[in-house]
């Protein structure tokens, strides 16, 4: 399946400077329509809002640890609700550790991926999804 580049993508991490980086990176992708949200909390309100209007997001982003709601959090309910439950989520995260590894598998997460990573990384990464 090719890559509409053209789908909303949701960037959502609580710090704004790795936010800028992946929108940044997956703009020199060829993304044009990305949004970005500074938490798990914020994050789910747009999904639901965006699923609401008829125009969900086609890739969610986002970031592990992070106040109100993190990522795994975040996975869970967008696994758990109709209409959404089968958006592509890629994990960013600093745990490497395998158990935390086995529970985003387990949550079913699209793919993850481990801080610090290249701009090569994110598009293997990305690609990889939607092969």
Same mark, same amino acid.
């Given at each position: 399946?090719?890559?509409?580049?053209?789908?909303?993508?949701?960037?959502?991490?609580?710090?704004?400077?790795?936010?800028?980086?992946?929108?940044?990176?997956?703009?020199?992708?060829?993304?044009?329509?990305?949004?970005?949200?500074?938490?798990?909390?914020?994050?789910?309100?747009?999904?639901?809002?965006?699923?609401?209007?008829?125009?969900?997001? /086609?890739?969610?982003?986002?970031?592990?640890?992070?106040?109100?709601? *993190?990522? $795994?959090?975040?996975? %869970? @309910?967008?696994?758990?609700?109709?209409?959404?439950?089968?958006?592509?989520?890629?994990?960013?995260?600093?745990?490497?550790?395998?158990?935390?590894?086995?529970?985003?598998?387990?949550? /079913?997460?699209?793919?993850?991926?481990?801080?610090?990573?290249?701009? *090569?990384? $994110?598009?293997?990464? %990305? @690609?990889?999804?939607?092969?």
């Amino acid at each position: 399946m090719a890559i509409n580049y053209s789908m909303k993508v949701l960037v959502v991490d609580d710090m704004m400077t790795m936010r800028k980086i992946i929108s940044k990176n997956m703009a020199q992708m060829g993304f044009t329509n990305i949004t970005e949200a500074e938490d798990g909390a914020k994050a789910w309100a747009l999904i639901a809002k965006a699923h609401q209007e008829g125009d969900p997001f /086609g890739l969610i982003v986002s970031d592990w640890n992070m106040p109100k709601m *993190d990522g $795994l959090e975040l996975l %869970i @309910k967008v696994r758990e609700t109709e209409g959404v439950k089968t958006t592509p989520f890629l994990m960013v995260t600093a745990e490497a550790e395998s158990s935390n590894v086995i529970k985003v598998v387990k949550a /079913g997460v699209s793919n993850f991926i481990v801080k610090p990573f290249t701009p *090569d990384t $994110l598009t293997s990464k %990305i @690609k990889k999804i939607f092969s």
